[in-house]
Nanobody, 114 residues
Framework: QVQLVESGGGLVQPGGSLGLSCAAS???????MGWYRQALGNQREWVAG???????NYQDSVKGRFTISRDNAKNTVYLQMNGLKPEDTAVYYC?????????WGQGTQVTVSS
């Protein structure tokens, strides 16, 4: 059974940087991966995605600030977040798509505040 475990969340000041990691275990890593986030009181929203070939896509609000990447040797996908804003505060979730089914990690809190 595939498991996704996120790490790297925390508290950061506006304008700061934070990196998230998501380690996958129990299955093939040659699948599309992504990051979603959910702020308190809001719906969960897609942030960024990367396919098995390394092609990436981003939500407009994070383009130029966030970078998604993957290390297939480590079965890990990353989200580097720079220029963080208070509105980036949310629980960030890692996802993987297996046979059309989206699997979710447990989430990691990112708080941007002075």
């Amino acid at each position: 059974q595939v498991q996704l475990v996120e790490s790297g969340g925390g508290l950061v000041q506006p304008g700061g940087s934070l990196g998230l990691s998501c380690a996958a275990s129990g299955g093939s890593f040659n699948v599309a991966m992504g990051w979603y986030r959910q702020a308190l009181g809001n719906q969960r929203e897609w942030v960024a995605g990367i396919d098995s070939g390394g092609s990436t896509n981003y939500q407009d609000s994070v383009k130029g600030r966030f970078t998604i990447s993957r290390d297939n040797a480590k079965n890990t996908v990353y989200l580097q977040m720079n220029g963080l804003k208070p509105e980036d505060t949310a629980v960030y979730y890692c996802t993987a798509v297996y046979d059309g089914v989206v699997l979710w990690g447990q989430g990691t809190q990112v708080t941007v505040s002075s």
